[in-house]
């Protein structure tokens, strides 16, 4: 990888440490955040792997303590805790998403991405939550993924339009490639 490469990469960690912050509670222990809107937009833009990339330096961030998972939390605890699953799925998300756009700019194929990288993350942050939690799947996906399933469907399309639009832009592909 080239120095700006991994400054890119580096700078997508730091927007999803950002955007992470935008955190609203909800009932049952997972808030809604819009780190989703990040790994979906790193997917796009970056790519598979500079995508990919990106989402770990995020998780190694905040498994190492600094404070930039939702509600300015950090530590080991939280990504090997209830809701980790989530986060630990945002490199596949972010891979998947990435490896689909690379291959189409069709605006429908790239919803279409960030559909299926949302359902790789409930599906992993689901299964986790209900390992630790030791409860039943049908209990974690009422808590984990039922209340924000029209956001993420908002959060999808906003990213479509977000991503495909800066991708578009002649100036961010400079910066991009």
Known sequence: MKTKDLVICSLFAAITAVLAQISIPFPG??????QTLAVSLAGILLGSKKGFISLIIYILLGAV???VFAQFSGGIQIVLGPTGGFILSFPIMAFLIGFICERSNNKFMV???????????YAIGTML???IMKTTIISAFIACVAPFIVTGIVKAILATIIGIKLKENKSMQGVLN
């Open 111 to 121: 919803f279409v991405a960030m559909i299926l990288g949302s359902i790789i993350n």
């Open 29 to 34: 222990g997972v808030p809604l955040t819009m």
């Open 129 to 131: 939550f209900a390992f």
């Open 65 to 67: 303590g600094l404070p």
